[in-house]
T-cell receptor
Framework: AQSVTQLGSHVSVSEGALVLLRCNYS??????LFWYVQYPNQGLQLLLK??????LVKGINGFEAEFKKSETSFHLTKPSAHMSDAAEYFC????????????FGRGTSLIVHP | EAGVTQFPSHSVIEKGQTVTLRCDPI?????LYWYRRVMGKEIKFLLH????????ESGMPNNRFLAERTGGTYSTLKVQPAELEDSGVYFC??????????????FGPGTRLLVL
């Protein structure tokens, strides 16, 4: 069975600072990895995903994530935070060869200070 | 194009009562999923419809939960009788086609259920 660990239920940054949201996974087979974002009163929206190929994946709104197999990580980064990035972020994993149902982490709330 | 909609947005009921949640997927999407997030925990899969058929209901917690998707359009999730541990946010998502890895699931805003 696969699982996802998101370190830190809350991350606080200043506007313009680097955003780093951590995600580690466990999976017995090569995983497919996702980041979703949920803005207040909205549904989850796909930010980016890694399936195969290039390990550095670029998503919407300037976010990117790098799949590091040796570290079993898929951390989400953005060079410069905007106030509009304040939201909850979810990392998810799908086990290759299995059903296409994601296993989610507990989520990380990103707080952006002016 | 309208997104996935869910009704109600919030529901507060007493233990033992019945609640029915509704999800309207994006028009034309054959795949419909239900998920639940208990406060502070992971979003967990409940079940997956392909059109009107239950493809996977392995995540349904017990027989107090009944999901239907008559006609393959909207879906309802009934909890009867509700227990305290059923409180949480219930998300619905839909996707077109074969439900494959390449497809994006589009999520609704969720229904926040509080059982007192």
């Amino acid at each position: 069975a696969q699982s996802v660990t998101q370190l830190g239920s809350h991350v606080s940054v200043s506007e313009g600072a680097l955003v780093l949201l951590r995600c580690n996974y466990s999976s017995s087979v090569p995983p497919y990895l996702f980041w979703y974002v949920q803005y207040p009163n909205q549904g989850l929206q796909l930010l980016l995903k890694y399936t195969t190929g290039a390990t550095l994946v670029k998503g919407i709104n300037g976010f990117e994530a790098e799949f590091k197999k040796s570290e079993t990580s898929f951390h989400l980064t953005k060079p410069s935070a905007h106030m509009s990035d304040a939201a909850e972020y979810f990392c998810a994993v799908i086990r290759s060869g299995g059903s296409y149902i994601p296993t989610f982490g507990r989520g990380t709330s990103l707080i952006v200070h002016p | 194009e309208a997104g996935v909609t869910q009704f109600p947005s919030h529901s507060v009921i007493e233990k033992g009562q019945t609640v029915t949640l509704r999800c309207d997927p994006i028009s034309g999407h054959d795949n419909l999923y239900w998920y639940r997030r208990v406060m502070g925990k992971e979003i967990k899969f409940l079940l997956h419809f392909v059109k009107e058929s239950k493809q996977d209901e392995s995540g349904m917690p017990n027989n107090r939960f009944l999901a239907e998707r008559t006609g393959g359009t909207y879906s309802t999730l009934k909890v009867q009788p509700a227990e305290l541990e059923d409180s949480g946010v219930y998300f619905c998502a839909s996707s077109p086609g074969q439900g494959s890895l390449q497809e994006t699931q589009y999520f609704g805003p969720g229904t926040r259920l509080l059982v007192l």
